[in-house]
Nanobody, 124 residues
Framework: QVQLVESGGGLVQAGGSLRLSCEAS???????LGWFRQAPGKEREFVAT????????????QYADDVKGRFTISRDDAKNTVSLQMNSLKPEDTAVYYC??????????????WGQGTQVTVSS
């Protein structure tokens, strides 16, 4: 079982940047690693995911339409980490951000392991 711990959330002004990190304990190399977010009163939604490099040569990343061009997901399997660089942040990006490990996809049910979440607040 993979355990995930997020860090890097905080308060930032609109237009600013934040970098979220997630450290996985246990072997995460074969799993896809993703980020989801949940705003107050809303369902948890997909943000970005990155596929394991093992046995794959095609596209490795997917993003939600409203973060494309602003957010970048990356992973370091040597360090068992996945990061989410968030630029040009908007107030509507305010949410609790969750790291997840599982199968490559955009649905919550694709992922079996979740972190505890980190708060991102973007002020206008």
């Amino acid at each position: 079982q993979v355990q995930l711990v997020e860090s890097g959330g905080g308060l930032v002004q609109a237009g600013g940047s934040l970098r979220l990190s997630c450290e996985a304990s246990g072997r995460s190399v074969g799993y896809a690693l993703g980020w989801f977010r949940q705003a107050p009163g809303k369902e948890r939604e997909f943000v970005a995911t990155i596929r394991s490099i093992i046995g794959w040569t095609g596209s490795r990343k997917q993003y939600a339409d409203d973060v494309k061009g602003r957010f970048t997901i990356s992973r370091d399997d040597a360090k068992n980490t996945v990061s989410l660089q968030m630029n040009s942040l908007k107030p509507e990006d305010t949410a609790v951000y969750y790291c997840a490990a599982g199968n490559y996809g955009t649905k919550r049910t694709d992922y079996g392991a979740w972190g505890q979440g980190t708060q991102v607040t973007v002020s206008s």
